[in-house]
């Protein structure tokens, strides 16, 4: 058993290299001096080239000079990033305001159709963004608001997937545990507030890493719906970048890499507890 | 009123009347906000969408089945669908099969495994813009895997031209949310009462025979949980393939989702409506049918 186990590590070991290395060589090209990028993998990114790409495990020389170079010489840069923040926060507020309260009906408050309602906000959940973009579209175009951030923000908001998340989060609380509040005077708005969102926590959390982590990512609602480059997300800016700028296409890229892996880092217990719920409660409901 | 008393919950009957009613005016509160954005934004201009389908690209004149028959007929849309259809067809029980060894292997491996969690959740977490450029480094002719190739003195492959590009695609995807899946494996394995293991083991039941008897079984909701949200993070590698090879990528990884992109893009309203329009009927068709045969899926 002992010896097995050891196996498996190893087995497991090995497997992690494919993840481990995607970040050891993004961390690694960021601090590799332009040159030697051009070098080594450049010629993986021109048409004909008569060179292979290669690849170090250290850079030779390290240097934070693209860094400096993105930081200091690049205001497009900051302006993106920012862009994106500002798509991407009112979505994950929004998520909440709306998605937290209206998966605790789903979730715990039955009324007649409400299974049916349910299987409707699933279908829209399957959907791929190509087929509801049109729809989306639609409605955009006659409320004025394309090329402005609602656009990408709006659809995010009422999206149905976190409802989903979070209504698996809620249906892992005891039932016994409202009707003692409800027999204890607790009207079904009370018992919202002091017993679903605290306990329903570790779900609206790991909707919201996940919603956020979507939406920072989001290449084809910026790219539909915002036509104004001004507008533009870091996503989008990271696709335009072309092989001159390979240093600074590198440290874009990790810099587009850190906020979620920050938020990753920080929410890691949150989010598995979170996506583990989702199956642990599928029974009891 | 007995009779709509008749459809409400039982723990709900026994209550006085105004308190089911303040019950009900608490549902509509809480669920109002999201059902209208909903409604607002997805279900009405849905109903639009339905009616352009039969309508010219002005949305003025009524056409008939003319989109659909031009949606029929168009070779691009046959490709994308079949092409759609394969990958999905291939990638979710590839992905499905790849993540349950990862959690019953991590769950082998006892409690020192526990980092490997994250670091397999890891790829879910990069954002697709930060890898496009290391895939290219990767998968171009003059690429890092085709100089691994050459060491081993194996041809070098055109990844992103030929119909390798469509298992590049599968296993970016696999890459991609194995971890997920992993986590929601691990969660409906340790469901599973440990008691039906022992006495199992007892019975001199060998590790195969425990898998079948035992775990198969057991995790059958969470199949259909995994399946559903694997199927949902299927539909996103067109970010991938899209931010690597552009609108028109090699044919074998023509998804429908870039015949939508391109038909937007070029404002065939008409087209495209008529194509959401059978995408979305196959969909429910689909749902439908496994919702039939399937019934673990009804507790999602």
Redesign the interface.
Known sequence: MKK??FL??L??TI??A???W??W??VM?ALTPKDELLAT?S????EQ?A?????CFLPSWPTLQPLAELLLDTPVFFTMFWNGCKLAAPQILGQF???A??A???SK????GRKL?YM????????????????????LDKLGLMDTPMAVI??G??S??P?FIMKKGYDSIP?ELL?AAALDGA???RS?VSIGLPLGMPGILSALVLGG?EA??A??QPM?FLKSTSNWP???Y??EITVDDLGL??VA??M??AP??L??LVG?KY??QG??????S??N? | MRH?IH???P??KKRPWSQNQ???A??L???S???V??I???????V??VRRSFTDAMGRRFVGLANYQAVWQNNAFRIATANTVKFVGICIPLLLGTSLA?AL??R???P??RP???????????????????W???F?????V??LL?IANIEPVDFMGTNAAFWVLIATYL?KNS??DM??W???L??IPVAQYEAASVDGANGWQMFWAITWPGIQ??L???A?LS??NS??V??EA??VAGAYPHQSMYL??HL??NW?LNLE?GR??AA?TL??LV??AV?GIILMIWRHIK??
């Open positions: 097995n186990r498996f590590i087995v497991l497997l992690s494919f993840t481990v995607v970040l060589f993004m090209g993998i010629p993986a990114l021109q080239s060179q292979k790409s290669t690849w305001l709306i998605a309260p209206a605790w009906v789903f408050i039955p009324f007649p309602l409707v906000y699933l279908v829209l959940m399957v959907l791929p963004f190509q087929i509801t973009m049109v729809p989306n579209y639609l409605v709006l659809p908001v009422f149905s997937f409802v039932n009707e009207g079904p708005l919202f982590i920072w990512n290449i084809e539909m870091l996503s989008l990271l696709s296409a590198m890229s990790l587009m890499l979620p892996l938020l990753f890691q989010l598995e996506i583990g719920l989702s199956i642990s599928s029974s409901s | 709509h459809h409400v919950h723990r709900y303040q019950t009900f608490a549902a509160l809480l669920l906000p999201s059902l954005g909903v607002l934004f997805y279900l009405l201009p849905f639009e969408v990862l292997l991590i082998a491996a006892g020192k495994s490997f969690r994250s670091v397999f959740l890891l790829p879910m977490v990069i954002p697709v813009a930060s890898m496009v450029l290391l290219k480094v990767l171009a002719k003059a690429g890092l085709n100089t050459d890459w971890g997920y986590i929601l691990i969660a409906g340790d469901r909701p969470t259909a949980l995994t559903l199927l949902i539909f996103k067109f970010r899209y931010l429908l989702q939508f992109n937007f309203l495209i409506t959401a995408v979305v969909l429910l749902a507790n999602i």
